[in-house]
């Protein structure tokens, strides 16, 4: 009786193992599904490896704000926080994109002031936007460049335009006199540009 028994459950025993197999995959895959990393390099500049627990991803692609025809590019910094997308959902990373920029110990906010809006380059560059006010500051400790714009320059202090930087201004105005209508000249300015 046992035997038949047996005979008569083999199906079920191996539907049942099946079952159990296919469901220790979807999990593992479901595991794999979302994770939280640290950025481990950027080779390249173009893509990352991200440390997953003990794993590690091959160079995977990274989310930035747009590429399109608007496009904008920032690099992964090591050590930032990264959320893996695992679009293959298979036990290798090959098919994921990193989203990177949470805030972490490594790399806080540059402001926790709700009412700005502020993107840090590193130390010693921000851009910032007060929005009940809308002033926008731009600090830029190695100056500013506008770079494709002939009408205006800034370089080490000094701003010009395509005829002449603002110094060489302040010279002809401090400098210059007027023709008066009976052929003589009207003193020079009193009031002095020049620093």
């Given at each position: ?51 997953i ?34 679009f ?8 994921c ?6 805030c ?92």
């Amino acid at each position: 009786m046992n035997g038949l028994l047996k005979r008569m459950l083999a199906p079920v025993h191996e539907a049942l193992a099946g079952l159990q197999e296919a469901a220790e995959d979807n999990r593992r895959q479901g595991n794999n599904l979302i994770c939280k990393g640290v950025v481990k390099s950027a080779p390249g500049g173009t893509r990352v490896v991200v440390r997953i627990g003990e794993n590690t991803t091959p160079p995977i692609q990274f989310l930035v704000p747009a590429a399109g025809v608007t496009s904008h590019y920032r690099c992964p910094s090591p050590g930032e926080i990264a959320i893996v997308l695992n679009f293959g959902t298979g036990d290798n990373f090959d098919s994921c994109v990193a989203l990177c920029g949470l805030c972490s110990d490594s790399f806080p906010f540059p402001t926790d002031n709700p009412d700005e809006v502020m993107t840090a380059y590193g130390e010693k560059a921000y851009t910032k936007v007060d929005i009940p006010s809308g002033k926008l500051t731009i600090h830029a400790a190695g100056g500013v460049e506008f770079v494709g714009t002939p009408e205006v320059k800034n370089t080490e202090g000094e701003i010009a335009d395509k005829v002449r930087a603002m110094s060489l201004d302040r010279v002809i105005y401090d400098t210059h006199d007027h023709p008066g209508d009976s052929g003589g000249k009207t003193g020079a300015a009193n009031q002095k540009q020049g620093g």
